[in-house]
């Protein structure tokens, strides 16, 4: 079912860990079979070349070897260029994948956009966006619960998304206690805190 090189990258994946004080770092799940995805960048502040990436994954075989490959695709390239990336310059660098297994390489681009954007909105790079609810609830949801493997608009963690002036108030559903609760409220900072146009985040709390 799966090509040699596919193989190559599930039982030898390249680039696998974490990047300590990473430029970026984001985490991406697929609810269609599961997988998430956790990416850190590093990045040159004056060239925008990706000096390291690494990734961790929870998935199936597809799902590493597409992210594997890709990490070893964008290091050492500029982040303009690599925002070009497809999802079809991924399957055909393994020799493809099986159709149902496509979305895994999907998966490895979104996690790579999403965190260049991250890098750019952080850094003053990222043209402004005309922010509405709407687009503030698609940020959110990218934002994985690791407990459940699921984002927080799916989970219901997320009641409600108001915009106005620049501040983004957000009715929440979680408690405190939960294990899942710090990761949860660093993701949504990292998320939305950094888009042009968003000055304050006031969360507010379902009892």
């Known amino acids: 079912m799966y090509t040699k090189k596919v193989m190559k990258h599930f039982t030898h994946p390249k680039n696998v860990g974490e990047i300590k004080n ?3 770092k984001v985490m991406e799940g697929s609810l269609a079979c ?9 990045i040159n502040p004056k060239t925008h070349v990706i000096k390291d990436i690494k990734f961790k994954s929870y998935g199936c075989a597809a799902n590493i070897a597409t992210t594997s490959i890709m990490t070893e695709m964008v290091k050492g390239k500029t982040i303009d260029k690599m925002k070009k990336l497809e999802f ?9 994948l099986p159709p149902m297994k496509i979305h895994c390489s999907v998966l490895a681009i ?9 890098y750019e909105e952080k850094h003053g790079l990222a043209k402004p966006e005309d922010l509405n609810e709407s687009i503030l609830r698609s940020r959110l949801r990218h934002v994985m619960d690791p407990k459940h493997g699921k984002d927080i608009v799916t989970l ?3 009641q ?5 002036k620049g501040v983004v108030t957000l009715l929440l559903e979680i408690s405190k206690d939960d294990e899942s609760y710090s990761h949860i409220m660093h993701e949504i900072e990292e998320r939305i805190a950094y888009i042009p146009g968003v000055k304050k985040i006031e969360k507010n709390f379902i009892d």
Not at 35 to 42: A, F, G, H, M, T
Request: aromatic content about 6%; glycine content about 10%.
């Open 88 to 96: 079809k310059d991924i399957t055909k660098a393994l020799g493809g």
């Open 156 to 158: 219901g963690v997320v």
């Open 160 to 164: 409600d998304v108001k915009f106005k």
């Open 110 to 118: 979104d996690a790579l956009k999403s965190a260049i954007r991250n």
């Open 34 to 42: 599961g997988d998430i995805i956790s990416l850190y960048l590093k």
């Open 22 to 24: 990473a430029d970026a």
